[in-house]
């Protein structure tokens, strides 16, 4: 059973920093894309940012500068790095992946973590 778990939320101040992580595990044979979403109350969740298999990233207008995304493949681990934190980054973010099973049956499946909470408040 595959699964996504994500840790290192926590509460911060504006303008400090924060590093979030996931890890996957289970009968995993390759992951593709993985990336980094996050919803904040009353708001739909929003795209933060994606790295593929080779690292290639590509991140949200609201987050360019200021975070970047990062990925061991040997570890099956994706990060997050927060800096320059601003109130309207406070949400749960969730890590996702793009993951096959099987080299014979090579389906891919997407996957959620349950989310890890970021506060920023003074």
């Known amino acids: 059973q595959v699964q996504l778990v994500e840790s290192g939320g926590g509460l911060v101040q504006p303008g400090g920093s924060l590093r979030l992580s996931c890890v996957a595990s289970?009968?995993?044979?390759?992951?593709?894309?993985m990336g980094w979403y996050r919803q904040a109350p009353g708001k739909e969740r929003a795209l933060v940012g994606t790295v593929d298999s080779d690292g290639s990233t590509n991140y949200a207008d609201s987050v360019k500068g200021r975070f970047t995304i990062s990925r061991d493949n040997a570890k099956k681990e994706v990060h997050l790095q927060m800096n320059s934190l601003k109130p309207e980054d406070a949400a749960v973010y969730y890590c996702?992946?793009?993951?096959?099973?099987?080299?014979?049956?090579?389906?891919?499946?997407?996957?959620w973590g349950k989310g890890t909470l970021v506060t920023v408040s003074s």
């Open positions: 996702n992946a793009f993951i096959a099973t099987s080299l014979i049956f090579y389906n891919v499946k997407e996957y």
């Open positions: 289970g009968s995993i044979f390759r992951i593709n894309d």
